[in-house]
């Protein structure tokens, strides 16, 4: 599989084919953080894998770049210089992008790429399972589950999967004392909108929602049945928090 397969991927980066997943890396990248990128990247793979029982059959990829520079000109936008993205995915494969802990130190926390990295895959499974496709900035055309429930249950799955629940209920405070609530549509706004000043307080309502759902019924049964609950919230109504509080029934 060629970088010209992949878009987001700059000309002359190394391509590691690997049995789960593909890795792109800059030649300048040391050979100690592509051993830890591989060793990462199926630590959570395997771990994601098995929390939700599902295994993709779309072919993974992750490309990290070497500098926030390269990032934001092969995205076409600007990004912050920890930010990762999941830009990318058809019917056969999907992209997830990253940067080195080059481009800024705090991309060398382990702790936190994991994390960071359960985040995105999440986003490529609830892509799979919901047979979403993407392409960043076709505006969504072909996206099946809305910003708000792709948003929160990726934050979500990736508490969970590492046992740290303590910001997610954090969330659900913060949700049963805002006294702003915001509509679906407009949750879904601010998530799109990288640099949308609300955009922290939509993650926060939309983990808190789904988040909510799972506590009502199981995290297995909000990513089985993703299509119909994206169904059953219109953009016009407000998200909140006894909306999530009874069971979704099929």
Known sequence: MSTFEFPYIPGGYRHIELSDFSLFASPDESSAHVEWLKQTVREVSDALRSFLNFCPK?????????????????????????????????????????????????????????????????????????????????????RIVPAWLDE???VVVSRLVWNDITPLKESIELFNNCTELMTFGELNWHLDDLWSKLRDKAFMCS????????????????????????????????????????????
Not at 107 to 119: C, P, Q, T, V
Not at 212 to 222: I, M
């Open 152 to 154: 929160g249950f990726a």
């Open 207 to 250: 983990t808190a929602a789904v988040y909510l759902l799972v506590q009502e019924t199981s995290v297995d049964y909000v990513f089985r049945h993703l299509n119909i609950i994206s169904g059953r919230y219109d953009n016009n109504g407000v998200c909140a928090p006894d909306k999530f509080r009874e069971e979704i029934p099929l």
């Open 58 to 142: 779309r072919r993974l990829a992750v490309c990290c770049y070497r500098s926030n520079q390269e990032a934001c000109e092969c995205l076409d936008r600007k990004i912050d210089s920890t930010m990762a993205l999941a830009p990318f995915d058809d019917n056969s494969k999907g992209l997830i992008v990253l940067q080195s802990p080059e481009a800024d130190r705090r991309n060398g926390d382990s702790n936190r790429m994991k994390r960071i990295l359960a985040h995105e895959m999440a986003h490529q499974f609830v892509s799979e399972i919901s047979n979403s496709k993407k392409v960043l900035g076709d505006g969504n055309v072909n």
